[in-house]
């Protein structure tokens, strides 16, 4: 009966947090770092990454890329994967960011590179090609 009782309370105060939470959210509280979590850096300016193994072993494909104003956790906008042809894309605000790799599904076989400085320029298709080099 005791945990029965302790079960209930917990969800009714999930609930009610729920609730409160939905209807007066605390301000500047987020999960993301550098704001609220509906900030982000997507925007209309057209980022084109490309991605080639310097041994000739072609595009890299299924490959995610992180775009963010400094390497760590990207923000919204800030993730893409290749395609079949080694190509990702962003759609970004102008700004300077960081290109870098998610270090959990990066190809074991490859060198991670550092993370590398972008300008992304309104009014053009911002393009940025990266070879990667076998280990």
Known sequence: MRKVL???????????????????????????????????????????????????????????????????????????????DGVAEFNVQPGDYYIFFNMSDFPSDLTMPEAERVTVVEGVVNERSILLTPK
């Open 6 to 84: 302790i079960i209930g309370v917990i969800l009714l105060a999930t609930l009610a947090g729920y609730v409160l939470g939905s209807r007066y959210p605390l301000e500047g509280f987020s999960f993301f770092p550098g704001g609220d979590s509906d900030e982000g850096i997507a925007g209309d300016v057209r980022l084109v990454i490309t991605t080639e193994r310097i041994d000739g072993g072609g595009p890299v494909p299924d490959l995610e890329i992180d775009l963010a104003p400094q390497p760590g956790q990207p923000p919204l906008g800030g993730v893409s994967r290749t395609n079949a």
